[in-house]
């Protein structure tokens, strides 16, 4: 798919023009700085450093790089949870200022109503959405057949597995139907069977909706498996290294060695070796 291959904005009129079509469509993250002031010090702490890549429509893309390199800071900047001090984020061509129902955001953490059932907690979003009762029933009903749990519907998050309580999540946030899905870590919490499992799982979730996604993680295997692109972040402070393209065709199987390829260099561009 097609996408943006450096680390800076384009400048000239026919990069210019690629630029503007994924603006379009997509979410670009242009220039983005994020200064703290320093901790009793006076010193200010850079968190990141003219960070700018895009993402087209449809695009798998995931975000990889080594602790300290200001993931976190930067999906919090996407998500239109904080404010950078330099740069913008686009979505569609539109700059993002706070949260937006364009924006589907999953976390690590679960985030369920305990006291709601799978079916009101995959409906809450659609609440405040200018569809009528029928239309939420259906996109709920549309929503749990997607994720495989509707004949948990009328359970509560109590009773459900780790990994079920992130396909409540995923659902969720698909369910106002966002230009974007936005994912923290979203596997993090769960053991590595889960997570393989789930990570197939989202892969056909994106293969049904066509959803743009980009999906943060610190498990490099984890994004060459689900990534059309992976940018690789390197720290101090937080700035793209290189935006690598995996170009092995899916279903990706871990013992193939162009897999291996691709997790060796992107290991070795952040710093964690062969």
Known sequence: MAGVNDGSMAETDTDGDAERAVEESGVAVDRIGKTYEGNGDGNPVRALDDVSFAVDEGEFVCLVGPSGCGKT??????????????????????PVTGPTTDMGVVFQEYHLFPWLTVEENVGFGLERSDRSEAEQAERVDEMLDLVGLTEFRDSHPKSLSGGMKQRVAIARSLAVDPELLLMDEPFGAVDAQ????????????WGSTGKTVLFVTHDVAEAVTLADRIVVMAAEPGRVAELVDVDVPRPRERGDPAFGEHV?????????GP
Do not use: H, K, P
């Open 194 to 205: 889960t997570r393989e499992m789930l990570q197939r799982e989202l892969l056909d979730v």
């Open 264 to 272: 060796a260099r992107v290991r070795e561009l952040i710093g964690a």
């Open 73 to 94: 800071t930067l999906f919090r900047i996407i998500a239109g949870l904080a404010e950078a001090t330099d740069g913008e984020v686009r979505l569609a061509g539109t």
